[in-house]
RNA sequence: GGCGGCUUGGCCAAGUGGUAAGGCGACGGCCUGCAAAGCCGUUAUUCUCCGGUUCAAAUCCGGAAGCCGCCUCCA
């Protein structure tokens, strides 16, 4: 089974097969670096992670992008407002950026160019597209890109031109031959950051950023761009515009775009002030919870962020740990976080990749679907607890091979989804951490608690036994009586 | 006004022509002193509605309703 991978260029599910083979070029608009950032950066990011780990698990050698618009209006006014210098601005959200990505497990890309460190290739690109006629320079203002001069203005977005005119609510810069035509390089006011260049001191335009550092990286010609669906228009039909009229040749085979985030139903806007921070997000939820719950709807469809979704993952992070404790106690090798479980092609041969790797990954090359592969990870959890709970003291050892396979593959299918990275023993122990924290429990108390109501239960008073676990209850800790004797967790 | 998307059980969510994955919840059972966890079983004769095509449609076509996004900075 081959890679299908939905195109927004064609509007449909394309077979996926790389310009060169065995390898591949990606492309995804990162952020513009003038504010914190919030969840729906989040499920970009993560997304965009899952397609490189897939592309990576496939064999593929990836050359993956991710530019940091550093330079930008919104920069410049956001620090005019703070006083602070626009680059020093830019820093500081680029490491947060970074912090968080880190935090929520994201891969680095191959390749992070800042818009700031490519200036030359930005005009040295807007000066070909002037030679060309593609674009032209009015005196006084900026360098606009003539979308006449360009036949395929409209491709990605599915619209016309003369259709967009018609509905532009955007004022007419008189300054353009023609209304749709777009800013390439823009003059600096008095104080604004600038950059010498043939058309004057000044900054370049948006869009022209992501043509020149793509060329720069990885040529005229590559294979997958991707971003949000709102980046359709302008932004990457734009991109598309001045790179194919300066090159002449098709700049990207396939776009892919993800949904949006909604909170509570609701679309995030500054009017409605539900702006939700990653950061604010990782200060309530572990990394993974956060990471399973974007992927768990198809990327493309918006996704709802709600306390009451962000719970039922808790509990399904949780039940997958649990397997993993449970298998690990019954003596199943289990991976360390440090040993990365990757998919190889020897493993394919040796046959030890197990019937739910292979369902796992027929739901991932069908255009990345992830919350297909989320149930095949169910599962898998499934089939693992049943082999412990027929037989959890003394495994066969065709058992313990079965469950090895399982084991294996549950871990794989972590790998690319980015989850299932810690030992399960830590998952447990961080989550009772920060409980206690929350709750300003002292443990030793509950250890105490949970001592008292074991002797309790020897010597059969059930009445005082149960009174404690109520106790325990309303401290939200919940008991569980096993073979080994009893461990309590925050429910 | 133009373009596009969505509508699947109590909730979340896969499924794009062959007879409804998975998760959460609920209920019954096994297990347990009782629970919890885990496992087993039950929980959509049906996929917003109305027509049509087809041997066969949640899936294709036409129409209606509701919701949403883009067309302006936006992941």
Request: with cysteine; proline share 5%.
């Given at each position: 089974?081959?890679?299908?991978?939905?195109?927004?260029?064609t509007?449909?599910?394309d077979?996926?097969?790389?310009?060169?083979p065995g390898?591949?070029?990606?492309?995804?608009?990162?952020?513009?670096?003038?504010?914190?950032?919030?969840?729906?950066?989040?499920?970009?990011?993560?997304i965009?992670d899952v397609?490189?780990r897939?592309l990576k698990a496939s064999g593929y050698?990836v050359?993956?992008?991710?530019?940091?618009?550093d330079?930008?209006?919104?920069?410049?006014k956001r620090?005019?407002?703070?006083?602070?210098?626009?680059?020093?601005?830019?820093?500081?959200?680029?490491d947060?950026?970074?912090n968080?990505?880190?935090?929520?497990?994201?891969?680095?890309?191959?390749?992070?160019?800042k818009?700031?460190e490519?200036?030359?290739?930005?005009?040295?690109f807007i000066g070909q597209?002037?030679?060309?006629?593609?674009?032209?320079?009015?005196?006084?203002?900026?360098?606009?890109?003539?979308?006449?001069?360009?036949d395929?203005y409209?491709?990605?977005s599915?619209?016309?031109?003369?259709?967009?005119?018609?509905?532009?609510?955007i004022a007419?810069?008189?300054?353009k031959?023609?209304?749709m035509?777009?800013?390439?390089?823009?003059?600096?006011?008095?104080?604004?950051?600038a950059?010498?260049?043939?058309?004057?001191?000044g900054?370049?335009?948006w869009?022209?950023e992501?043509s020149?550092m793509?060329?720069?990286?990885?040529?005229?010609s590559?294979?997958?761009?991707?971003?949000?669906?709102?980046?359709i228009?302008?932004?990457?039909?734009?991109?598309?515009?001045?790179?194919?009229?300066?090159?002449?040749?098709?700049f990207?085979?396939?776009?892919?775009?993800?949904?949006?985030?909604?909170?509570?139903?609701e679309?995030?806007?500054?009017?409605?002030?539900n702006?939700?921070?990653?950061?604010?997000?990782?200060?309530?939820?572990?990394p993974?919870?956060?990471?399973l719950?974007?992927?768990?709807?198809?990327?493309r469809?918006?996704?709802?962020?709600?306390?009451?979704?962000?719970?039922?993952?808790?509990?399904?992070?949780?039940?997958i740990?649990?397997f993993?404790a449970r298998a690990?106690?019954?003596?199943?090798?289990?991976k360390?976080?440090g040993?990365?479980v990757?998919y190889?092609?020897e493993?394919?041969?040796?046959?030890t990749?197990g019937?739910?790797?292979?369902a796992?990954?027929a739901?991932?090359?069908?255009?990345?679907?992830?919350?297909r592969?989320?149930?095949?990870?169910?599962d898998?959890?499934?089939?693992?607890?049943k082999?412990?709970?027929?037989?959890p003291?003394?495994?066969?050892?065709?058992?313990?091979d079965?469950?090895?396979?399982?084991?294996s593959?549950l871990?794989?299918?972590g790998?690319?989804?980015?989850?299932?990275s810690?030992?399960p023993?830590?998952?447990?122990?961080?989550?009772?951490?920060?409980?206690?924290?929350?709750g300003?429990?002292?443990?030793s108390?509950?250890?105490?608690?949970?001592?008292?109501?074991m002797d309790?239960?020897?010597?059969?008073?059930f009445?005082?036994?149960?009174e404690?676990?109520?106790?325990?209850?309303?401290?939200n800790i919940?008991?569980?009586?096993?073979?080994?004797?009893?461990?309590w967790?925050?429910?």
């Amino acid at each position: 089974m081959s890679l299908k991978v939905y195109n927004t260029l064609t509007g449909k599910k394309d077979e996926f097969t790389p310009l060169e083979p065995g390898k591949v070029g990606m492309y995804v608009c990162g952020p513009t670096v003038y504010d914190t950032s919030h969840i729906g950066h989040a499920r970009s990011v993560v997304i965009f992670d899952v397609v490189f780990r897939w592309l990576k698990a496939s064999g593929y050698d990836v050359s993956y992008v991710r530019n940091f618009t550093d330079v930008d209006d919104k920069i410049i006014k956001r620090a005019n407002e703070t006083g602070t210098d626009p680059i020093a601005l830019s820093e500081k959200y680029i490491d947060e950026f970074h912090n968080e990505m880190d935090a929520l497990n994201v891969l680095r890309p191959t390749i992070e160019p800042k818009a700031t460190e490519h200036i030359q290739d930005i005009i040295d690109f807007i000066g070909q597209l002037i030679e060309k006629g593609k674009a032209y320079h009015v005196e006084g203002s900026d360098v606009f890109f003539s979308i006449a001069s360009f036949d395929g203005y409209g491709k990605l977005s599915h619209r016309n031109p003369d259709d967009m005119i018609a509905g532009a609510r955007i004022a007419v810069d008189d300054n353009k031959r023609n209304p749709m035509d777009f800013t390439l390089w823009k003059p600096a006011k008095p104080g604004e950051p600038a950059w010498e260049s043939p058309w004057g001191p000044g900054r370049p335009g948006w869009h022209i950023e992501c043509s020149a550092m793509s060329n720069r990286y990885l040529g005229q010609s590559f294979d997958i761009h991707g971003g949000g669906k709102d980046l359709i228009f302008p932004h990457h039909e734009n991109e598309i515009a001045q790179s194919e009229a300066l090159f002449g040749k098709q700049f990207v085979k396939y776009w892919i775009h993800n949904g949006f985030v909604d909170i509570n139903n609701e679309k995030m806007s500054k009017s409605l002030g539900n702006f939700t921070m990653i950061k604010d997000v990782l200060v309530k939820y572990h990394p993974e919870v956060i990471r399973l719950f974007l992927l768990s709807k198809h990327y493309r469809s918006p996704i709802d962020y709600n306390e009451n979704s962000m719970d039922e993952v808790i509990a399904s992070l949780d039940k997958i740990y649990s397997f993993m404790a449970r298998a690990k106690k019954a003596g199943v090798p289990m991976k360390t976080p440090g040993e990365v479980v990757e998919y190889s092609e020897e493993d394919e041969v040796m046959g030890t990749d197990g019937e739910d790797w292979e369902a796992f990954k027929a739901g991932m090359d069908d255009d990345f679907n992830s919350a297909r592969g989320m149930a095949t990870i169910f599962d898998t959890v499934k089939k693992g607890n049943k082999i412990l709970d027929r037989n959890p003291e003394a495994l066969h050892y065709l058992e313990k091979d079965r469950l090895e396979v399982i084991c294996s593959d549950l871990q794989k299918m972590g790998n690319i989804l980015g989850i299932l990275s810690q030992n399960p023993e830590a998952y447990f122990k961080a989550k009772k951490e920060a409980g206690l924290a929350d709750g300003n429990i002292d443990p030793s108390e509950i250890d105490k608690l949970v001592q008292e109501r074991m002797d309790a239960r020897k010597s059969k008073d059930f009445a005082r036994a149960d009174e404690i676990r109520a106790q325990l209850d309303e401290m939200n800790i919940l008991l569980e009586d096993g073979p080994a004797g009893t461990t309590w967790k925050f429910s």
